[in-house]
């Protein structure tokens, strides 16, 4: 009679043993889990902010118009040449960014990195302004000018490595993610694809 109560003893002392490892263990995996994902939270956080890049460029066009009377006997011309200094800005918004964090697969799921935003704030000056009375520069004419100038310079940005070194550091910012995520152990993904290095963003 007492082996059984002994052995009921020892079977209830390992059974309550067994319990609390359990919850030792497993309070200390839900613990980790969380400071983790706290901590990525954190440095994703550091990372939402306004990246911009900015470019100046110039350039020179000359203007010129004609009102023509009598079947071209009489003419009435304006002209100029227009100055343009602009400055560019190109930003990524990375507080717009979205993401999704699976404590569960230990997995940050960036769903949206937000488009650029290019703005030009061009600074139009004239010179050598020639007009007549009957053909005088109207507000009209400095739109067109201010049009013209604006879609020539998006030419330019496009042909520029202007875009290209924001979209440099806008990777740049995301591999911070990376760079936490990876030393304890979480992994990144972006478009349904595993990142593992800065190319992997396919930005």
């Not at 139009?124 to 007009?131: P, R, V």
Request: a positive charge; proline letters at 1%.
């Amino acid at each position: 009679m007492i082996n059984l109560y002994k052995k009921l003893f020892y079977g209830l002392l390992i059974c309550v043993l067994a319990f609390f490892t359990y919850k030792y263990f497993t309070a200390e995996t839900g613990s980790t889990t969380e400071y983790n994902s706290n901590l990525i939270q954190e440095q994703i956080k550091s990372v939402g902010k306004l990246v911009v890049t900015e470019g100046h460029f110039s350039q020179v066009m000359t203007f010129k118009d004609q009102n023509e009377y009598l079947g071209g006997l009489v003419s009435f011309d304006k002209k100029a040449i227009v100055v343009a200094n602009s400055d560019v800005t190109v930003a990524y918004d990375l507080r717009q960014m979205k993401y999704e964090v699976d404590e569960k697969n230990k997995t940050i799921r960036i769903v949206s990195i937000p488009k650029e935003e290019i703005k030009i704030s061009p600074d139009i000056q004239y010179y050598d302004i020639e007009q007549s009375k009957f053909n005088e520069f109207t507000g009209a004419d400095f739109n067109a000018i201010s049009k013209k100038v604006k879609a020539d310079l998006a030419k330019k940005i496009e042909k520029s490595t202007l875009k290209t070194n924001a979209k440099n550091r806008l990777v740049s910012e995301l591999s911070k993610i990376l760079l936490i995520t990876h030393s304890i152990g979480w992994k990144v993904e972006y478009k349904g694809e595993a990142v593992s290095t800065e190319r992997d963003f396919n930005l």
